[in-house]
């Protein structure tokens, strides 16, 4: 009222009146009004221009919050380590500690002391010591910060692979004080660690497919199996296809590429490694042709073996020959005259033409008994077993009992006895120290052998009548123990 009682003043000053002056009055306040507007819109313009500084200001605090929470939530997971000191954790010790043991405690440790993985290579590689630690030193340095890689070379360098755990599941014995859920339970680890490193689902697929490829490896002999682990078959189809590949690449029946159980007779075919010695070679056409004389015309298979009158074998290689051991040879030809011989073999020389054989009897050259054996005393480990030293014999044989089952080995070998049998052994690595020989040597392994090692006609062993004796180890006769006694 205030208002337009002002403007009623002003206009009548201005000598206005009447209409004049309400339409004055109606002007200004119409001019006033939108005074009025104008400001109120220029205030709410600023306020929206604070409003969104103030939104702004907001954003940017809560982004340094989120910003330092996360960093302290980073140093938390992290940990407060020093990269300088040592995790109090012991060493490990060559000889003593298993590697895959080793490093599942390790990442244990590592990961209840929130460790960031980057540094676990670094911190492992302050707790190796002698093998484990050249291993890491002959790393690349980009790949020896690496804790995967590193942890990789450390478990083949130990041999904890795919074949290592399936060799220890296979060994697996209990130890001493052990009780059978102890024993279980390592063994199952083994078989856990070996589907693992197999890199196969936890499947009863995957599981059952793991079977059948390592079923299919133990019957294939040493050439296919090499030839299939070399290419990595992910399953059993891709495996069978690449030993299909390598039969029909080399035209070869199926069974002389698999290992088979011999029982009774050994089959031409197979090679197995022998504990006695092995039988000679087959002679070719033309010496068997220049041997027997009027035969060399003829058809091969019209000459038969003269001992057991059967056609599959001439009378060299008669086993009835080998199981009697020795026999009478009488040579028709320019020398015509009978020669005993003693032996499991009978050798064709170039002046015999035709060849009989008489009743097998024992010449007196076998029937003398031998003075002494040549059997020692020897070292086996920190064990003191007997020696013998078989010139009968073409590998080493060792009692079973006496091997530690960290020394076999993931193979099998046939030999074949000295009354033609065959036994299929297993293999290990062992070390011994005889008067005859002294290192490391492959050793069929046998349950009962007549002696606890047995050397044969290997590398580096010494004669019979030629024994080192040394102050570690002495030759003990069974004349000098008969002495003794």
Wanted: with cysteine.
């Amino acid at each position: 009222m205030e208002s337009l009682k002002e403007l009623r003043q002003y206009g009548e000053s201005l000598g206005l009146a009447n209409e004049d002056l309400i339409r004055f009055i109606e002007s200004q306040q119409a001019k006033q009004r939108d005074d009025r507007r104008f400001e109120r819109e220029r205030e709410k313009e600023e306020w929206e221009v604070e409003k969104v500084r103030l939104e702004h200001e907001l954003e940017l605090k809560r982004l340094d919050n989120t910003r330092l929470f996360e960093t302290e939530k980073h140093r938390e997971e992290k940990g407060n380590v020093n990269p300088s000191k040592v995790p109090k954790l012991p060493p490990f010790e060559e000889g003593t500690d298993d590697m895959d043991a080793y490093l599942r405690r390790y990442e244990r440790y590592a990961i209840s002391q929130k460790w960031d993985k980057s540094i676990w290579a670094t911190h492992l590689s302050a707790l190796l010591k002698g093998n484990a630690l050249n291993v890491y030193a002959l790393m690349p340095s980009d790949q020896a910060l690496d804790y995967d890689a590193l942890k990789t070379c450390l478990l083949k360098r130990y041999n904890m692979t795919e074949d290592g755990f399936k060799q220890k599941f296979r060994s697996c014995r209990p130890e001493f004080g052990e009780t059978f859920q102890q024993f279980s339970v390592r063994l199952g680890s083994y078989f856990s660690r070996w589907i693992d490193m197999s890199n196969v689902l936890k499947t009863f697929d995957g599981l059952y497919d793991l079977m059948l490829r390592d079923q299919f490896l133990h019957i294939c002999n040493n050439e296919v199996m090499l030839f299939l682990k070399e290419r990595v078959p992910k399953s059993i189809d891709d495996m069978t296809r690449y030993a299909d590949q390598f039969k029909e690449a080399r035209r070869v029946n199926i069974v002389s590429l698999t290992n088979q159980t011999q029982k009774g007779k050994s089959q031409p075919s197979q090679k197995p490694n022998n504990a006695r010695n092995q039988e000679p070679p087959k002679q070719s056409d033309r010496d068997r042709n220049r041997h027997t004389g009027g035969y060399g015309g003829g058809n091969r298979f019209d000459r038969k073996c003269f001992k057991c009158n059967k056609s599959d074998h001439l009378i060299s290689n008669c086993p009835l020959l080998k199981k009697n051991k020795v026999g009478n040879v009488q040579n028709s030809g320019s020398r015509g005259k009978e020669t005993p011989i003693c032996g499991n073999v009978i050798t064709l020389t170039d002046s015999i033409i035709t060849t009989q054989v008489s009743n097998l009897t024992i010449p007196e050259q076998c029937e003398k008994k031998p003075i002494k054996m040549p059997v020692a005393k020897g070292k086996l480990g920190n064990r003191v077993v007997t020696v013998l030293r078989d010139t009968g014999c073409n590998g080493v044989v060792i009692k079973k009992s006496l091997v530690s089952i960290d020394c076999f080995l993931d193979d099998y070998q046939t030999c074949v006895l000295a009354d033609g049998s065959s036994v299929k052994v297993p293999i290990a690595i062992i070390t011994i120290d005889s008067p005859y020989y002294q290192g490391e040597v492959k050793a069929w392994c046998m349950e009962q052998p007549l002696y606890d090692v047995i050397i044969g006609n290997i590398d580096g062993a010494r004669e019979p009548y030629d024994p080192d004796i040394s102050p570690s180890v002495s030759v003990v006769t069974r004349q000098q123990a008969k002495k003794e006694r």
